[in-house]
């Protein structure tokens, strides 16, 4: 079933650049911007902002699985390959229809999400069994079906970043914040390009120079930049 927030639906999503967000493996653009690139967000899409259209004119197709009277409008449950949004239209449509959903930009509202993954822009290198993230080459698996030079997405988990000393890193940042979450501190670390988020039991320094280093298994290639 669909996550709410009132009556809305939330669908986890990563916000590419401004105006332009990916969730569900599709692109959409949206009126929402100052999030930073490759950030992962929430999308809140009221159900009343969802318009139900004719599958050929639509990019996300699904099934109606339950419809409801609901004295002014029909709430509508369609399954789009395992998750169901909830529509409310003026219009029928019958439990077994196929048929598309429509998302205009100005009804999809992005939200901060609390906790963050690290998600980034990654060149692969299938030849070298690299990617590089910050012009910095890592050691990835699972690099089939990518070509040389082709720009993926990457997620690294923030548990998974091992801060090291600098000299015993090719990525090195300063620290830019540490916050106790309660259990561990939560580390941004400023990079060349990108802002990395570690996990660490000890207290840093801000602006201390620190080196990252990600094992290969903890690098997933997540999508293929569009």
């Known amino acids: 079933m669909a996550d709410f927030i009132g009556e809305s639906n ?9 105006y332009k ?8 653009k949206c009126v929402d911007a100052g999030f930073g690139k490759n ?6 899409i009221r159900p009343e902002d969802i318009d139900i259209v004719s599958p050929e004119k ?5 099934k109606v699985v339950s419809v409801v009277f609901m004295g002014v409008h029909y709430e509508i449950d ?18 077994g229809d196929t048929v598309g959903i429509s998302i205009p930009p100005d009804a999809i509202h992005v939200m901060k999400k609390t906790r963050e993954n690290n ?3 990654a060149e692969v290198w299938p030849s070298e069994g690299m990617i590089y993230i910050d012009n910095v080459g ?20 923030p548990e998974k970043v091992q801060i090291v000393n600098p000299q015993d890193a090719k ?6 914040s540490c916050m106790f979450l309660g259990t561990h501190y939560q580390i941004t670390v400023s990079c060349e390009e990108n802002d990395w988020i570690a996990h660490s039991e000890e207290f840093m320094e801000d602006g201390e120079e620190v080196g990252i280093l990600v094992d290969a298994q903890d690098l997933i290639l997540t999508d293929k930049k569009e």
């Open 10 to 18: 939330i669908v986890p999503a990563v916000m590419l650049e401004d």
């Open 39 to 44: 950030v992962e967000v929430d999308v809140v």
């Open 119 to 121: 998600i980034f822009d």
């Open 78 to 95: 369609v399954d789009c390959g395992g998750y169901e949004w909830v529509v409310h239209s003026t219009d029928y449509a019958a439990v």
């Open 138 to 157: 890592f050691a990835a698996n699972a690099l089939e079906g990518y070509e040389n030079k082709e720009i993926a997405m990457v997620e690294i988990a």
């Open 58 to 62: 639509a990019r996300v197709v699904g």
């Open 171 to 176: 990525l090195t940042g300063t620290i830019k």
């Open 21 to 28: 967000v990916r969730f569900k493996g599709l692109t959409f």
